[in-house]
């Protein structure tokens, strides 16, 4: 059983930055899509970042176009972990961040869609003010 610890959010000030990591452990086969989605109060989650990597290399990334040029997804191999680096963080970044998990999956169309992905983190609060 897959499971996803997440860690690293916390409270900045606009135009700062923060990393997160997704600690992933339980897969039982080589090729999987990770993803990062978060969700702001009174409103729907929605997909930040993608990664899908198979044999332990990186195919490709996808970054949502509200991300893109601030927050890079990578894999950190040697502690089985995907990252999330956000720069020049903005207060409407702020929102409960999860890390998401589908072994077999190759992020395709729907990789910013919540029901690509079947097994969820506990998700880490970022919050960034003005």
């Known amino acids: 059983q897959v499971q996803l610890v997440e860690s690293g959010g916390g409270s900045v000030q606009a135009g700062r930055s923060l990393r997160l990591s997704c600690a992933a452990s339980?897969?039982?086969?080589?090729?999987?899509?990770i993803g990062w989605f978060r969700q702001a109060p009174g409103k729907e989650r929605e997909g930040v970042a993608a990664i899908y990597l198979s044999d332990g290399r990186t195919y490709y990334t996808l970054h949502a176009d509200s991300v893109k040029g601030r927050f890079t997804i990578s894999q950190d191999n040697a502690k089985n972990t995907v990252s999330l680096q956000m720069n020049s963080l903005k207060p409407e970044d702020t929102a409960m961040y999860y890390c998401?998990?589908?072994?077999?999956?190759?992020?395709?169309?729907?990789?910013?869609?919540?029901?690509?992905?079947?097994?969820w983190g506990q998700g880490t609060q970022v919050t960034v003010s003005s």
């Open positions: 339980g897969y039982t086969i080589s090729r999987k899509c």
């Open positions: 998401a998990a589908n072994p077999g999956y190759s992020c395709g169309a729907y990789w910013d869609h919540e029901t690509s992905f079947g097994s």
